[in-house]
């Protein structure tokens, strides 16, 4: 049964580099059948997908956050990690990991399992 | 501010049937199948339909999904009060780019 399971500090400040792992479980992160992603969820708000990234190396993002964000894998770990620079205060969210459906590796098609989330709050 | 418009909140009483529609566009829901998340409170989200009307493994038959042109639904027959909680709809949109769109959330009460 896959798993996923993210980690990473749950305290950033201000401007600086938010880091969370993704480990996965249960199944390989380095098979052309799936995209893996983050999404984002502000408190008291709706889901926001921040990007995807593919077995070869290919990757998606929000617009919205493109200058921003890197989302990389380390096959080895079986693990994939998400960085968000200069972050402020509307960082702040519940960050899920995920597995997202793909046709022939075209582009992701959503989320069909969600790891737990970790909870990111941006401070002084 | 999501391209994906679903309306705040949604209720009924057990046993009767609710609808949550999701209006997009021509770049996602119009060329695109969509996804539906069901999101227990303090929970990850769920996926509950994909590609517009297929039910995952474990889904009960009593949720559906269907699409018309540019808009979305899913339907919940048979309201049970394990349903109280939001819903999302979800599809790749094809402008900027491309990226992933979740609709703006129904908060489902069982009243």
């Known amino acids: 049964q896959l798993q996923l399971q993210e980690s990473g500090p749950g305290l950033v400040k201000p401007s600086e580099t938010l880091s969370l792992t993704c480990s996965v479980s249960g199944g390989s992160i380095s098979t052309p059948n799936y995209y893996w992603g983050w999404i984002r969820q502000p408190p008291g708000k709706g889901l926001e997908w921040i990007g995807s990234l593919y077995y070869s190396g290919s990757t998606f993002y929000n617009p919205s956050l493109k200058s921003r964000v890197t989302i990389s894998a380390d096959t080895s770990k079986n693990q994939f990690s998400l960085k968000v620079s200069s972050v402020t205060a509307a960082d702040t969210a519940v960050y899920f990991c995920?597995?997202?459906?793909?046709?022939?590796?075209?582009?992701?098609?959503?989320?069909?399992?969600w790891g737990q989330g970790t909870t990111v709050t941006v401070s002084s | 501010q999501s391209v994906l418009t679903q309306p705040p909140s949604a209720s009924g009483t057990p046993g009767q049937r609710v609808t949550i529609s999701c209006s997009g566009s021509?770049?996602?829901?119009?060329?695109?199948?969509v996804n539906w998340y069901q999101q227990l409170p303090g929970t990850a989200p769920k996926l509950l339909i994909y590609t517009t009307d297929q039910r995952p493994s474990g889904v009960p038959d009593r949720f559906s999904g269907s699409k018309s042109g540019t808009s979305a639904s899913l339907a919940i027959s048979g309201l049970q009060s394990e349903d109280e909680a939001d819903y999302y709809c979800?599809?790749?949109?094809?402008?900027?780019?491309?990226?992933?769109?979740f609709g703006t959330g129904t908060k489902v009460t069982v009243l």
């Open positions: 021509s770049s996602n829901i119009g060329s695109d199948n």
């Open positions: 995920a597995r997202e459906l793909t046709i022939f590796g075209v582009a992701p098609k959503g989320p069909d399992v």
């Open positions: 979800a599809v790749w949109d094809g402008s900027l780019n491309g990226r992933y769109v």
